[in-house]
Nanobody, 123 residues
Framework: QVQLVESGGGLVQAGGSLRLSCAASRLTFNYHGTGWFRQAPGKEREFVAAINWSGSRVYPESVKGRFTISRDNAKNTVDLQMNSLKPEDTAVYYC?????????????????WGQGTQVTVSS
C-alpha cells in the first residue's frame, strides 16, 4: 500500500527556517497532485502548499513568499522549504497525495497521508 513519510520537523526560533521532506513508497509523486497541510491544536487542518504533475504550485496568502514546495523526481520526494517562520506556523505538518494528477487546496480531496511531523516556532 502507499506510504508517505515526513521528516525534518523540529523546534526553531521565529525568523528561522526549516525544510520538511516527504518520501513515498508505492507512489510516484510526479504523476500525482501532492500537498502539504498543517493542523494546530483545536484548529482545522489547513492548506499550506501543493504541486501538480506539471510542477505548477499554489500557496495560501498566509505562507506565500515564505514557503516553497518542490519535487525531486529522481529521489521521489516532495519538500517544503519554510523561511521567515512565525509562531503562528506552529503545527503538525502533513504530506498528502492524490490519486489524480492535479492539486486542490481541500484536504478532503487527498487520498494518501503521512503521519505528520511537528513544527514548533518559538517567539
Amino acid at each position: 500500500q502507499v506510504q508517505l513519510v515526513e521528516s525534518g520537523g523540529g523546534l526553531v526560533q521565529a525568523g528561522g527556517s526549516l525544510r520538511l521532506s516527504c518520501a513515498a513508497s508505492r507512489l510516484t509523486f510526479n504523476y500525482h497532485g501532492t500537498g502539504w497541510f498543517r493542523q494546530a491544536p483545536g484548529k482545522e487542518r489547513e492548506f499550506v502548499a501543493a504541486i501538480n504533475w506539471s510542477g505548477s504550485r499554489v500557496y495560501p496568502e498566509s505562507v506565500k513568499g515564505r514557503f516553497t514546495i518542490s519535487r525531486d523526481n529522481a529521489k521521489n520526494t516532495v519538500d517544503l522549504q519554510m523561511n521567515s517562520l512565525k509562531p503562528e506556523d506552529t503545527a503538525v505538518y502533513y504530506c498528502a497525495a492524490r490519486k489524480a494528477s492535479d492539486y486542490t487546496t481541500r484536504y478532503q480531496d487527498y487520498d494518501y497521508w503521512g503521519q505528520g511531523t511537528q513544527v514548533t516556532v518559538s517567539s
